[in-house]
């Protein structure tokens, strides 16, 4: 593994939606990205986070959009808690970015870290478990939507 990447993307991630799997992509994307931010140096570091950390947020934003919004068309069951773990990592993702831009104490490793930590971990566990349904979805023939 290059030691300027954080995470690479492992097809054991993929949720076999095309477009949602392509975002996960992106998200990990974004991750290493930010991460080799975090090598340059703390000031080089401050300074691009400062440029990439909305983006980042604004793609993690679209992308939980995009994802609730197909859950919501296939009657997804557990759709509450599913937004509840986006709304609580989107509130923590802003304290973090209030914290940073108004000079607290922020170490950019520690939040690409997290960041990659909670994204895979969502991935795996919560995400996986809407594949499940609609892979049974498919096997019943109760799936009436393209997606």
Same mark, same amino acid.
């Given at each position: 593994?290059?030691?300027? =990447?954080?995470?690479?993307?492992? #097809?054991? +991630?993929?949720?076999?939606?095309?477009?949602?799997?392509? &975002?996960?992509?992106?998200?990990? *994307?974004?991750?290493?990205?930010? +991460?080799?931010?975090?090598?340059?140096? #703390? !000031?080089?570091?401050? =300074?691009?986070?400062?440029? !990439?950390?909305?983006?980042t947020v604004d793609y %993690?934003?679209?992308? /939980?959009?995009?994802?609730?919004?197909?859950?919501?068309?296939?009657?997804?069951?557990?759709?509450?808690?599913?937004?509840?773990?986006?709304?609580?990592? =989107?509130?923590?993702?802003?304290?973090?970015?209030?914290?940073?831009?108004?000079?607290?104490?922020? %170490?950019?490793?520690? /939040?690409?870290?997290?960041?990659? #930590?909670?994204?895979? !971990?969502?991935?795996?566990? *919560?995400?996986?478990? +809407? !594949? &499940? +349904?609609?892979?049974?979805?498919?096997?019943?023939r109760r799936l009436t939507?393209?997606?």
């Amino acid at each position: 593994m290059n030691d300027r =990447i954080l995470v690479e993307w492992d #097809d054991r +991630y993929l949720v076999s939606i095309p477009r949602i799997d392509e &975002q996960h992509k992106k998200l990990i *994307t974004m991750t290493n990205t930010l +991460y080799q931010g975090c090598l340059e140096g #703390d !000031a080089k570091a401050r =300074i691009y986070f400062m440029q !990439a950390i909305h983006g980042t947020v604004d793609y %993690v934003k679209y992308h /939980f959009s995009a994802e609730e919004k197909i859950l919501e068309s296939i009657n997804y069951p557990d759709i509450g808690d599913h937004k509840r773990e986006h709304e609580g990592f =989107i509130r923590h993702i802003f304290e973090e970015v209030k914290s940073f831009e108004s000079g607290k104490k922020f %170490v950019p490793n520690d /939040f690409v870290r997290y960041l990659k #930590d909670w994204i895979l !971990a969502h991935i795996a566990l *919560t995400d996986k478990k +809407y !594949a &499940q +349904y609609i892979l049974n979805l498919k096997k019943e023939r109760r799936l009436t939507i393209e997606l």
